[in-house]
């Protein structure tokens, strides 16, 4: 069966039921429907937030469907409650383009789902529309200042780095000419559409720790420069009022289901190329406030979503998670061992002993952060006993616990062992963490230690355009905010075809954005587009609906 025939196929609980689970009061919930409900930021304790556990799931550079990251998440939640561990899985929300484009939802798959899937792949609780709205508010109030004469702030046209965002991936509106058609229509300026989950508001979203400081970042968000080169910032517009009050009800985590019935958080949704690609703090302290256990993941490889959960989320929340998980699969090894995307599914043993080198370097990286991982192999039935033998004995020879997770094919059955390698990892030891950088070090610097220390970098260039944008962030006070790199998620390099793990490359800092809102800095290597185009033939054609309302084509 497809995804969404067996997540039809399941009797969902109410969701009244999924908050006894939590020892949440009905009174608490904010119902949205049978099976959907928000819950309040009062339920956050934070002594409980420091004695759970936290899990992240993190994985090997991935091909471009993806490695299953959320499945193995979903999955382990389920193994873990199995071995009587009460564990809740805090994942981001699904983006549209994707869902609409080529790799699809992000509610798992198989027997190891996040439901309604429905529901969460497409509008959900309109968190997604919050936030856009919240951005374009912004992006008309910059316009309007263009144009008044009585309160203008003396905006050059030329710096304003503020697009507008919408949810779907539409190529035509990367690049835009705005405000023609005469003095009443506003100030002509080039300008272009984002997709909504690389808004800085998406980032800042997941990054704040309260209401209070969800207003303070969304008004230090930088929209540009005046005439004489004086910042400025969304503050000054006025700004940040309304576009929290936008946001009054995104800001609050969503409450959902497994399969099995047991409890999700679902909240948030950045890209992890572009962005720090997981879910935000609050839900995450959500979780840990009202289980034993929370399992949460980061987007694409771990030389992105990792490493930026473990620099820039944990270094803002004050977390350590006590156990890691690296998620590898067969597919994905044939891949970096040199066989093309097209014949990935094809058993190729000497492909996966060459492409192995792969999962070497993400486990180094791992183990520089000073936390042990798990090496997950998310099985495919096109897995074959040799393939997984190389991968067995690698993480023997290396001392890295190993479990192969068939939980697209049995759930939390098929993560119990899992399960059960990574409950002893987290209940063993204190958690520790030891960061890439120090926040208080230059900007190259703190670049060059990702560079070099996770991507096996041997130097860093830095256009002109860039080298500039520094000097503007030291002038500014902002050079002590962490990195966020944004490049290819294909790669450990800044070039997609680099497969494997290179080392001793050059890679080039294009330019360099500043995301003062969100707190962080945003180096941009190779060509990264925040406006993805659908494929040759998208998922949307395959998505449909009967006259009953019953959907089909998700996955």
Known sequence: MTDIEIAQQVTLKPIGEIADKLSISHDDLELYGKYKAKLPLSLIDHDKVAKAKLVLVSAISPTPAGEGKTTVSIGLSEGLNRIGKKTTVVLREPSLGPVFGIKGGATGGGYSQVLPMEDINLHFTGDFNAVEKAHNLLAALIDNNLQSKKRNLGIDPRTVTWKRVMDMNDRALRFAVIGLGGKTNGVPRETGFDITAASEIMAILCLSKDFADLKLRLGNILVGFTFEGKAVYARDLHAEGAMTALLKDAVKPNLVQTIEGNPAIIHGGPFANIAQGTNTIIATKMGLSLSDYVVTEAGFGFDLGGEKFLDIKCGYAGLKPSALVLVATIRALRYHGGVPVKEVNNPNVDAVKRGIVNLEKHVENALQFNVNPVVALNFFTTDTEEEIAVVREFCQAKGIDFAVANV?????????????????????????????????????????????KIYGAGSISYSAKAKSTIKTINELGLDKLPICIAKTQKSLSDKPELIGAPNGFEVTVREIEIAAGAGFIVPIMGDMMRMPGLPETPAAELIDIDLDGKISGLF
């Open 408 to 452: 697209w094919g049995k759930g939390g059955e098929g993560s119990e062992e899992l399960a059960h390698k990574v409950a002893a990892i987290a209940d063993s030891r204190e958690a520790t963490l030891t960061p890439t950088y120090d926040w208080n070090s230059k900007v190259e610097d703190k670049i060059e230690a990702i560079c070099k």
